[in-house]
């Protein structure tokens, strides 16, 4: 992704209230290697329960927050993660719950999916799952997975937008 800094963090965010926005802690950026990601993903040390993402749609940058579920998956449990589809096992992937935008969300309209708790998905498609130790992909599988990865959050953030998905 294109490089970004904090002020356009803050001005991207899409679904959050001038309060949740005083309360966002942002990430330090500085070994942020934007070559290898889609997206900016966080969890907010201070507020443990909130995660931020932030991408560009063509030239629009576009940050949603999320949160986490209250209840944590059981251990034991696994699911897939709607961004990367990377299979994890509770406690690496987590319910999130997006608020949507404009009077949708002021009602409390929320879209919830899977994804990985760390919001990690540009590193995890980059290496290999763990039984084949943690060596590079290849090349060319890396960028399905870039593509579609992208393709599903553009259409994530269309439903927290209230938009149609593609
Ligand atoms: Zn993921």
């Known amino acids: 992704m294109r490089p970004i800094t904090p002020d356009m ?21 500085h070994e942020t290697v934007w070559d290898e990601r889609e997206f900016l993903g966080w969890r907010d040390v ?8 932030v991408f560009w749609a063509g030239d629009e940058l576009l940050g949603l927050m999320v949160r986490a579920a209250q209840s944590p998956m059981p251990a034991g449990q696994s699911a897939i993660c709607a961004l990367c589809h990377t299979q994890q096992p509770a406690p690496q992937v987590s319910l999130f719950t997006a608020p949507k935008t404009g009077d949708e ?20 498609i980059r290496i290999q799952p763990a039984e084949s130790e943690n060596l590079p992909r290849p090349e060319k599988l890396v960028t ?17 937008r209230c938009l149609d998905v593609a």
Do not use: Q, W
């Not at 963090?9 to 950026?29: F, Q, W």
């Not at 201070?46 to 993402?53: A, E, N, P, V």
């Not at 929320?110 to 990690?120: Q, R």
């Open 9 to 29: 963090i803050s001005r991207s965010m899409v679904n959050m209230t001038e309060g949740d926005l005083r309360l966002m802690t942002l990430p330090g950026l």
């Open 46 to 53: 201070h507020h443990s329960t909130k995660g931020y993402l």
């Open 105 to 124: 969300g002021i009602r409390g309209n929320t879209v919830g999916t899977y994804l990985c708790a760390d919001l990690a998905c540009s590193l995890l």
């Open 144 to 160: 399905k997975k870039s593509l579609g990865l992208r393709d599903r959050l553009e259409n994530f953030s269309r439903r927290v």
